[in-house]
């Protein structure tokens, strides 16, 4: 008993203690705390941020990808449908989230030079606008390595100078597989070729 009575004591003594060095009463308001101040941007940061205005003007065609936990033909789970697209410069992508805990982002190895690319939110739509022909490889954050990814190729002047750097972009789990696969339909059907 005597000692948790010590224990007692000592713990408010503690506390007035700690209450006269911060030199405040029990019936004052505490001061705000100084807000930091926001660090700036690098050039570098500022140059790869994902874009929130488009790059370009969309020309007014929409092209709509859903995000989707299992595939309606039974290839697979947690797909983007389509999963390759072909596109021209001003053409919108709009990513639907048809199923939840879903987004999509581009992936920074498979972009053409000069485009900025996207990152969306889980379970909201993102639309992009096609700056620059080239190819462009796009992915579901939480679901990468399972192999929900995606490429659209835009056609135009140039749209094959990224194609070895975004063949030879490496990715974690089924996801290498499943860009093989994409590049291998885009050959195929000849999407690849100017």
């Not at 309606?72 to 053409?91: E, R």
């Not at 969306?120 to 639309?127: D, Q, R």
Request: hydrophobic share 40%.
């Amino acid at each position: 008993m005597k000692k948790i009575s010590i224990l007692k004591g000592s713990i408010a003594a503690a506390s007035l203690m700690a209450l006269a060095a911060c030199g405040s009463r029990a019936d004052e308001e505490a001061a705000e705390p100084a807000a930091a101040p926001e660090p700036a941007a690098t050039e570098t940061e500022t140059a790869t941020a994902p874009a929130t205005e488009p790059e370009v003007e969309p020309n007014g065609t929409v092209i709509e990808v859903q995000m989707l936990t299992r595939d309606p033909d039974g290839s697979g789970m947690q797909v983007f449908k389509p999963n390759l697209i072909n596109a021209k410069v001003g053409d919108t992508i709009r990513f639907i989230p048809t199923d939840p805990t879903h987004q999509s982002s581009s992936i920074a190895g498979m972009l053409p030079e000069g485009a900025r690319g996207w990152e969306g939110e889980i379970n909201e739509p993102v639309e992009y606008v096609v700056p620059v022909p080239g190819v462009y490889g796009f992915q579901c954050i939480p679901h990468y390595s399972a192999g929900m990814v995606g490429l659209i190729i835009v056609e135009g002047e140039g749209m094959t100078e990224n194609l070895e750097s975004a063949k030879s972009t490496t990715h974690p789990g089924l996801a290498g597989r499943k860009f093989e696969e994409i590049f291998a339909q885009a050959e195929s059907e000849g999407m690849l070729s100017q």
